[in-house]
């Protein structure tokens, strides 16, 4: 992070260079929609634009864009609340999925993990390593079996001893793959017909070193099941982080954590003003 910056120091003497800016923008992955209303903001100013006022402009126009702080997911009176984790492979969903159970666990909560990703090789004991680690209760079944009827167990299981939050690893999946999109979409269904409300939440995992890619596999999932927030990953690397601007720009849908290293920790709630002030640092 912090490439924008970098990019705007070189006009400290002078008018920046509106061509430039604009590939600047989109190489942050701000998004081309989200790039043309920062450029519009800016000329809408008159006069030539130096670095300071870009700086000011670029960080009102992403606050503008992303909205204050989600409260985080509360645990239910009568039934667990359930978190589905969606993506395609390699994001760091199951990583992500352990370390949102983790954090829950810290803030007092009870917390079980769905192993619900049945396809890829070693996905359920790398759970289950993560559980046996963090000290989290894994629900698994065998390669190849039913994701839909695992977490449909799994929400009995947690319904039956008032566990505060069911947090379901589901498979990774190509998002331009129409059969495996309507496979997670069965996932949701079945949730709902143990409970309407169910899963109370979706989230995308996305990894920030692909860019634009993000924004057309957030679209995808999207349209599949309506995902109601996004997991940023790999912040800690060379991802510069403008994609969560441009996916709730452009599809309404907060980010609600990143991730920012390997460890059960290395995982915070989004911040829009902590994210702005680290893509202009």
């Keep these: 992070m912090g490439f ?24 942050a992955d701000l998004g081309t929609a989200m790039a043309g209303k920062i450029l519009e903001a800016m000329r809408a100013r008159g006069g030539s634009v130096n670095a300071d006022t870009a700086r000011q402009i670029l960080r009102e126009e992403i606050l503008k864009v992303l909205p204050p702080a989600a ?23 199951t990583t ?33 390593a993560w559980g046996e680690r ?47 999109m309507q496979e997670l979409a069965k996932v949701a269904r079945t949730l709902g017909k143990l409970d309407p409300t169910a899963p109370q939440e979706k989230w995308i995992v996305l990894d920030a070193t692909t860019g634009s890619n993000a924004l057309v596999q957030a679209r995808e999932f999207h349209n599949a099941i309506q995902l109601t927030g996004a997991v940023l990953t790999k912040l800690d690397g060379s991802g510069r982080g403008g994609i969560a601007v441009a996916i709730q720009h452009e599809l309404g849908i ?4 990143i991730g920012t290293g390997e460890g059960p920790d290395d995982f915070e709630a989004f911040d829009r003003e902590k994210f702005a002030d680290r893509l202009l640092a």
């Design 96 to 128: 992500s999925s352990a370390k949102l159970a983790h954090r829950l666990k810290k803030n007092g909560h009870t917390c079980l993990l769905a192993a619900a990703d049945t396809f890829r090789a070693a996905a359920i004991e790398q759970l289950c």
């Design 134 to 180: 963090l000290g989290i209760e894994v629900a698994r079944s065998q390669y190849q079996g039913d994701s839909a009827a695992l977490c449909h167990d799994a929400w009995n299981t947690a319904k039956r001893r008032r566990i505060g939050f069911l947090v379901c690893d589901t498979a990774g999946r190509l998002h331009t793959k129409g059969n495996l």
């Design 254 to 257: 907060p980010t609600r954590f």
């Design 4 to 27: 924008l910056n970098s990019f705007l120091s070189r006009f400290t003497a002078g008018p920046v260079d509106w061509d430039e800016l604009e590939e600047a923008l989109i190489r």
């Design 71 to 93: 409260p985080p997911p509360m645990p239910l009176p009568d039934a667990p609340c359930t978190i589905l984790m969606v993506g395609v492979n390699g994001t760091g969903k």
